[in-house]
């Protein structure tokens, strides 16, 4: 069974930075499309940032080239880097993996970020 632990969560100033990671366990980590939500109290759940197999990412709107998302196949990582934070950014940020042989999805447990004004 697939595990997502997601850490780098916490409080930071508005304008700060924070990197998130998460870490998958299980194999063939490579072939599967990884990628970053949030949920914001009172909020749906949103895309913050994806990236396939190949490198190929994808981002909410509302990102505006403040975030990067990155994977390193060897540690079965994903990361999010944040920058330029903004109170309205505080949400908690799950991790999301998407089987490439079967279309599961699988969530991690969600780290809390609060980025305060």
């Known amino acids: 069974q697939v595990q997502l632990v997601e850490s780098g969560g916490g409080l930071v100033q508005a304008g700060g930075s924070l990197r998130l990671s998460c870490v998958a366990s299980?194999?063939?980590?490579?072939?599967?499309?990884m990628g970053w939500y949030r949920q914001a109290p009172g909020k749906q759940r949103e895309l913050v940032a994806i990236?396939?197999?190949?490198?190929?990412?994808n981002y909410g709107d509302f990102v505006k080239g403040r975030f990067t998302i990155s994977r390193d196949n060897a540690k079965n990582t994903v990361y999010l880097q944040m920058n330029s934070l903004k109170p309205e950014d505080t949400a908690v940020y799950y991790c999301?993996?998407?089987?490439?042989?079967?279309?599961?999805?699988?969530w991690g447990q969600g780290t809390q970020v609060t980025v305060s004004s």
């Open positions: 999301k993996r998407v089987s490439a042989t079967t279309g599961m999805a699988t």
């Open positions: 299980g194999s063939k980590f490579s072939i599967n499309v």
């Open positions: 990236i396939s197999s190949s490198g190929t990412t």
